[in-house]
């Protein structure tokens, strides 16, 4: 199924002196950017949450609104900053985004009124599609091009989203003892600093673009593959299937805490059980990584999905026992990273890597604006007519997904990719 985008490139040298040996410390400096971008840009924002609320005088609705904000200004950056990074590359991209982010962190621990928290959410939300998973994903997926490194390319995502995973088992503690010591306002210029001293050099210094990747094909070629992906009903199927899981994703990690509270287990064994989902993401990741060594990797990923709205569908009945609590997350849990790292690879797969951030910044605009106000509709659901149907609302969205991507792999295998880029 590879596109013969990909022969418009000349593949990197299997021996490792060329594109290979450099793509692996990219991906070691991303990791640790991944880490902490998600730690400080995104994670950090829920210890904040009630000393905000305090200083501020506000409601905790008006404050969580702009992380809202952010995720939302996130998404619509998506696609612009796709096409950026099919012309130019990640290094000016992220370390520009860095910059931006470090600033907005850190004019975050001097605001004084709603509006102000709101313009540096907004900042932090353009930030954040400028340096986390998406360009990321989008520099690795560019230095392992070509088929003979469909498996290395899949390995190097899976270190990063490995690493990156222990973004909120790093920075909640972190940030909270900060909080704890010298306020809430101190430990975010903490945090700025930490993050623009990190962030900064290392993507301004170790990112680069291969020196023979697709960034010769002209634009208006590329420009020509997106619009012939964008009429395909492959491309649609992709971008249903992951806004429909990233929604069902969001929604878990939103309400389990508190779904489970309700079903009658104390806070502390559901605090316990939901943060098993963490674990369980890597646990998935790697799974389905070893698994499309023999499977397409949209059959296990659809596998997947299916047994997470199992999961879902089966908590309201089961989760009043602490073993049936247990068996659901387990469920559910195993796929909560898959998405993550299983779109990149069918991007690429698919359509080659010429145009690639640009295809996946089309599908982010989607999905991301899905995880950010699905949570808030399933919050709505759950007052008006109770949590079990939201977990209904859950295991329906997992099915589409799943569904997508059968129907998906079906067509993709009978009619492969045929979009041509000519440099």
């Known amino acids: 199924?590879?596109?013969?985008?990909?022969?418009?490139?000349?593949?990197?040298?299997?021996?490792?002196?060329?594109?290979?040996?450099?793509?692996?410390?990219?991906?070691?400096?991303?990791?640790?950017?991944?880490?902490?971008?998600?730690?400080?840009?995104?994670?950090?924002?829920?210890?904040?949450?009630?000393?905000?609320?305090?200083?501020?005088?506000?409601?905790?609705?008006?404050?969580?609104?702009?992380?809202?904000?952010?995720?939302?200004?996130?998404?619509l950056c998506a696609p612009l900053v796709g096409r950026?990074?099919?012309?130019?590359?990640?290094?000016?991209?992220m370390t520009v985004g860095s910059v931006l982010g470090a600033l907005a962190v850190f004019a975050w621990s001097r605001v004084e009124t709603l509006p102000q928290l709101y313009g540096v959410f907004l900042a932090i939300g353009i930030a954040s599609a400028m340096v986390l998973y998406e360009p990321a994903f989008a520099v690795i997926v560019s230095w392992f091009d070509g088929p003979a490194h469909g498996q290395r390319r899949a390995n190097a995502l899976l270190a990063l989203t490995i690493v990156a995973g222990f973004a909120s088992s790093i920075f909640l503690p972190l940030t909270g003892l900060l909080v704890e010591h010298c306020g809430w306002r101190h430990a975010l210029v903490v945090l700025a600093v930490g993050y623009g001293l990190l962030a900064i050099p290392l993507h301004a210094l170790v990112l680069r673009r291969r020196p023979d990747h697709a960034a010769t094909v002209k634009a208006a070629a590329r420009t020509d593959l997106v619009k012939a992906a964008v009429r395909a009903r492959p491309?649609?199927?992709?971008?249903?299937?992951?806004?429909?899981?990233?929604?069902?994703?969001?929604?878990?990690?939103?309400?389990?805490?508190?779904?489970?509270?309700?079903?009658?287990?104390?806070?502390?064994?559901?605090a316990a059980i939901a943060g098993l989902l963490g674990v369980l993401s890597v646990t998935g990741r790697l799974v389905t990584t070893g698994l499309r060594r023999r499977w397409a990797a949209?059959?296990?990923?659809?596998?997947?999905?299916?047994?997470?709205?199992?999961g879902a569908l089966l908590l309201p009945f089961t989760g009043t026992t602490v073993p049936g609590a247990i068996s659901c997350v387990l469920l559910f849990g195993i796929g909560f990273g898959v998405g993550t790292i299983t779109l990149p690879h069918l991007l690429a797969e698919q359509y080659g890597t010429a145009a690639y951030a640009s295809l996946s910044g089309r599908i982010a605009l989607f999905s991301v604006v899905d995880q950010a106000l699905v949570p808030l509709g399933a919050v709505a659901l759950a007052q008006l007519i109770g949590y079990a149907w939201v977990m209904g609302a859950v295991t329906t969205a997992c099915g589409i997904a799943a569904f997508a991507l059968v129907a998906y792999h079906r067509l993709s295998f009978r009619q492969p990719s045929k979009q041509e880029v000519s440099s």
């Open 1 to 75: 199924m590879s596109s013969t985008a990909e022969a418009a490139a000349p593949a990197t040298r299997g021996d490792g002196r060329s594109g290979p040996f450099h793509g692996w410390r990219i991906v070691a400096a991303l990791a640790v950017t991944q880490t902490i971008g998600y730690g400080v840009l995104y994670y950090a924002f829920s210890v904040f949450l009630i000393p905000m609320q305090r200083d501020l005088k506000a409601e905790g609705t008006q404050v969580a609104a702009a992380l809202t904000l952010a995720v939302l200004a996130t998404a």
């Open 84 to 93: 950026w990074l099919d012309a130019r590359g990640g290094r000016t991209l």
């Open 235 to 270: 491309f649609w199927l992709l971008a249903a299937a992951f806004t429909a899981h990233g929604g069902a994703v969001a929604t878990i990690a939103i309400l389990l805490v508190t779904y489970l509270i309700h079903l009658g287990h104390t806070p502390v064994f559901a």
């Open 298 to 310: 949209a059959p296990v990923a659809a596998t997947t999905f299916a047994l997470q709205g199992i």
